[in-house]
Nanobody, 117 residues
Framework: QVQLVESGGGLVQDGGSLRLSCAAS????????MGWFRQAPGKDREFVAA????????MYDPSVQGRFFISGDNAENTVYLQMNSLKPEDTAVYYC??????????WGRGTQVTVSS
């Protein structure tokens, strides 16, 4: 199975920005959809954003709508998550995933995002 590798996490102050990247280990992205999820300590993993290959427009959880933006670069086989106006409650491990129309079936190992107040 193709490995997904996230990068770009780190420590940022309240109101700051980060851009996460997700690349496929073999350099190709052939899945129907790509997305980002996050898991905060003591909480379940939750959906953040997703994009359908070739469609362009992203889908977002209401908690990040207008602040986060998902995009895909077919030439670089990379999916990005631009995160602006970050809040302490955005602190979590962020996971990249790919999937079919009915299931998310491949996951990265995650990258830590910490927003300090």
């Amino acid at each position: 199975q193709v490995q997904l590798v996230e990068s770009g996490g780190g420590l940022v102050q309240d109101g700051g920005s980060l851009r996460l990247s997700c690349a496929a280990s073999d350099g190709t992205f052939s899945s129907y959809r790509m997305g980002w999820f996050r898991q905060a300590p003591g909480k379940d993993r939750e959906f953040v954003a997703a994009i359908i290959r070739g469609y362009g427009a992203g889908m977002y959880d209401p908690s990040v709508q207008g602040r986060f933006f998902i995009s895909g670069d077919n030439a670089e086989n990379t999916v990005y998550l631009q995160m602006n106006s970050l809040k302490p409650e955005d602190t979590a491990v962020y996971y990249c995933a790919t999937g079919t129309p009915s299931a998310w079936n491949n996951w990265g190992r995650g990258t830590q995002v910490t927003v300090s107040s």
